[in-house]
């Protein structure tokens, strides 16, 4: 229970600073991209506003033995800089453009009950789990056993 | 139109490193968005359960963030796009942050603040491909 408490209240302030700097504003965030119009700088203020207080936050915390919750920190496992990461990265991009809404600020704009929220909502899911089914059917075909077989 | 905000978007990007910094420092977790709401499907109950907590959180937090923005500000306008331009966009977002196993959040944030070099890359590619997008939907075509 109390991992879910303090989970939740790092959702709400997470949503809190989203609307606070205007990243669930889709013509907001259109704005920032749009270099050769009318450029508005505000987001990079959210980024950098958000890596001076995470930097050296997390750096701390992680000298810690664990978490204050949990048995140990869950860092994300080491990888390359592979294929995945740069289509991913690539059709992410092209989303963000058209429509100016990432993950989180898609979530915080569902509670507007606006249909344009709940239809990227939605598809977005849809995304995620296509990709989810993907990833576990390809690791049972026969020809992809085989190969992690020879890689091993 | 939209108004040049730093002081707003400074003081909201402070709230985002507080809040990743709170999950990781309770939790251990990075507060990456795409990865926990992916994470929810196929997930054990235990797994199920913060994360299910934390969209919760963005959703009350987003639920009074956005009633008091609304009474002092202008509403939000809404997103340009048709309805078949927002599923696109959506099933582009969606299946292309957990191909790139993070967002804006969990690689522009979370992983920039760690010099993860693959959160570089990844931030790199999703500004400039978004970047690109616009130029090509607001000077090209338009």
Redesign the interface.
Known sequence: M???????????????????????????V??F??????W????A???????????P??RW??R?P?????P?????EP???DT?????????????????????P???????L???AL??????????????VWR?VSTTLPERRMKQADEA | MVEFTPLGSTVGGVCIGLAAGLLLFCNGRIAGVSGIVGGLFGSSLAEFGWRMAFVLGLLGGGWIALAWVQTTHAPPEGSPLSTTGLIVAGVLVGLGTRLARGCTSGHGVCGISRFSPRSFSATAIFMATAAAVVFVTRHVLA
């Open positions: 109390p991992t879910r408490v303090a989970a939740f209240a790092a959702g709400f302030i997470f949503a809190v600073g989203l609307v606070c700097s205007g990243m669930t504003h889709p013509l907001k259109l704005a991209l749009d270099f050769a119009g009318d508005d700088p505000s987001l203020f959210v980024m950098g506003g958000a890596i001076a207080v995470y930097a936050l997390s915390i992680a810690r664990t978490p204050l919750l949990e140990t920190f869950d860092w994300p990888r390359r800089i995945e990461l740069v289509v991913g990265a690539g059709l992410f991009g092209i989303g963000w453009g058209l429509a100016g809404v990432c993950p989180g898609a979530i915080v704009n569902l509670v507007t606006g249909s344009s239809v990227f909502v939605g598809s977005m899911l849809l995304g995620m789990v296509s990709l989810e576990r």
